[in-house]
């Protein structure tokens, strides 16, 4: 099972790197919508990546052949402590992608929507 787990987390690693990839154009010009997109995306991406490889490949790797490096760095670690690095770069990729969303609100209204509160732009749904 363990094998499985690790082969679908490189194989999803794999797959992110290449979405990644495919919009790298959209990082020419700085602080555009896109850009912004891209690199909260990409941000995004690099946290599900290390994520997914440190958790499903990893330490059950380290389980399996070194257990006791494995058991001494969860206890440097505190166990899931280290989820804290994973979340404090998510917390990256959401102002980025915030800062995406206020950069798509049009011009003359843009200086009424600080990043913190972009999404909820506009204040009304419209259809036309």
């Known amino acids: ?14 797959g992110l790197v290449m979405i990644v990839w495919a919009f790298r154009t959209s990082l020419r010009v700085v602080g555009e919508a896109t850009w912004w997109f891209v690199v909260g995306f990409a941000l ?5 990546i290390l994520r997914g490889l440190y958790w499903d490949v990893a330490l059950p790797l380290a389980r399996a052949y070194a257990p006791g490096a494995a058991a001494a760095w ?35 209204e843009r200086a009424d929507w600080p990043w913190w509160k972009a999404w909820m732009h506009p204040t009304k749904i419209r259809f036309w």
Do not use: D
Not at 88 to 103: D, E, F, P, V, W
């Open 44 to 48: 995004l991406s690099f946290i599900l």
């Open 1 to 14: 099972m363990a094998l499985i787990i690790g082969t679908i987390a490189i194989i999803n690693a794999v």
């Open 74 to 108: 969860s206890e440097l670690v505190s166990g899931r402590m280290f989820n804290v690095v994973f979340s404090g770069l998510m917390m990256l990729s959401i102002y980025c992608a915030l800062k995406c969303r206020q950069a798509l609100i049009p011009a003359h």
